[in-house]
């Protein structure tokens, strides 16, 4: 059985920084495409950014030079550090393997990041 249980979320002020981090299991991790995502309240989900499996990475223009996503193997486990956050980066995070036009594993509880102005 999958499961994937992101944490590490809060109220944080404008400029700072949160790690989230997706414990993954019932996975074969390592050769799995990672991808963080977010919903902002009355949007729709949207991927933030995603990991290969050899460790490329891509980032969507709003938060391109500021988040920042890595990947350890041996803990099943995809980290996003985020940093100078603005009040547009509140939304809930969740972690999951793109898969387009979808994913490939049902949704965890997601972490909720909400940053005051």
């Known amino acids: 059985q999958v499961q994937l249980v992101e944490s590490g979320g809060g109220l944080v002020q404008a400029g700072g920084s949160l790690r989230l981090s997706c414990a993954a299991s019932g996975i074969i991790f390592s050769i799995n495409t990672m991808g963080w995502y977010r919903q902002a309240p009355g949007k729709q989900r949207e991927l933030v950014t995603y990991?290969?499996?050899?460790?490329?990475?891509n980032y969507a223009p709003p938060v391109k030079g500021r988040f920042t996503i890595s990947r350890d193997n041996d803990k099943n486990t995809v980290y996003l550090q985020m940093d100078t956050l603005k009040p547009d980066d509140t939304a809930v995070y969740y972690c999951?393997?793109?898969?387009?036009?979808?994913?490939?594993?049902?949704w965890g509880q997601g972490t909720q990041v909400a940053v005051s102005s």
């Open positions: 999951n393997a793109p898969k387009l036009p979808g994913v490939l594993f049902s």
């Open positions: 990991i290969t499996s050899g460790g490329n990475t």
